[in-house]
T-cell receptor, first 115, second 110 residues
Framework: DTGVSQDPRHKITKRGQNVTFRCDPI?????LYWYRQTLGQGPEFLTYFQNEAQLEKSRLLSDRFSAERPKGSFSTLEIQRTEQGDSAMYLC?????????????FGEGSWLTVV | TQLLEQSPQFLSIQEGENLTVYCNSS?????LQWYRQEPGEGPVLLVT?????EVKKLKRLTFQFGDARKDSSLHITAAQPGDTGLYLCAGGGGTYKYIFGTGTRLKVLA
């Protein structure tokens, strides 16, 4: 399977701990996205990379959140000093951008529960 | 800020019935995607529409992009229990990111 893969799929952590999620995009895709989704809502945009450059961060992404894509391939999303409000599914997506129209493909998501 | 409103928010129907889900915005999108999401899984792409007025069919699903590229609809014919899920529309504005709608949760009863 050569789709977007995310790890771990589920994470339960105590409030105040740090967590890191990894995303491996589809191999030839140059764009990588992180979204967050809470129960019953659509995904909300967090941040976006074109190759290794992080080009936009949503205001939803507080300074406790940091994302990297060091070699333009896989990406990590780290949340420091987790809070209960961080509990959500974190979705990674990738696309091959050619012009204004491109299709984004999602991974299966990483569920975070902060207790 | 671009917003996509979906209606209805919830829909519960009997197997065999037809239904339409709407996705509306005041913004123009260069393309629009529809996804279906199962509980605990990531969204799975159903279709991308890019041309105003475009109609695409995927078996019993018919997708339409509005002439002005501000709205879209998804019509399901003879719904089946396997169609149950969260349906999401996502609009791309010619930039890099897609904005998601609020979602329509569909339940098809056998």
């Amino acid at each position: 399977d050569t789709g977007v893969s995310q790890d771990p799929r589920h994470k339960i952590t105590k409030r105040g701990q740090n967590v890191t999620f990894r995303c491996d995009p589809i191999s030839e895709h140059n764009r990588l996205y992180w979204y967050r989704q809470t129960l019953g809502q659509g995904p909300e945009f967090l941040t976006y990379f074109q190759n290794e450059a992080q080009l936009e961060k949503s205001r939803l992404l507080s300074d406790r959140f940091s994302a990297e894509r060091p070699k333009g391939s896989f990406s990590t999303l780290e949340i420091q000093r987790t809070e209960q409000g961080d509990s959500a599914m974190y979705l990674c997506a990738s696309s091959l951008a050619e012009g204004a129209t491109h299709t984004i493909y999602f991974g299966e998501g990483s569920w975070l529960t902060v207790v | 800020t671009q917003l996509l409103e979906q209606s209805p928010q919830f829909l519960s129907i009997q197997e065999g019935e037809n239904l339409t889900v709407y996705c509306n915005s005041s913004s123009v999108f260069s393309s629009l995607q529809w996804y279906r999401q199962e509980p605990g899984e990531g969204p799975v792409l159903l279709v991308t529409v890019v041309t105003g007025g475009e109609v695409k069919k995927l078996k019993r699903l018919t997708f339409q992009f509005g002439d002005a590229r501000k709205d879209s609809s998804l019509h399901i014919t003879a719904a089946q229990p396997g169609d149950t899920g969260l349906y999401l529309c996502a609009g791309g504005g010619g930039t890099y990111k897609y904005i998601f709608g609020t979602g329509t949760r569909l339940k098809v009863l056998a």
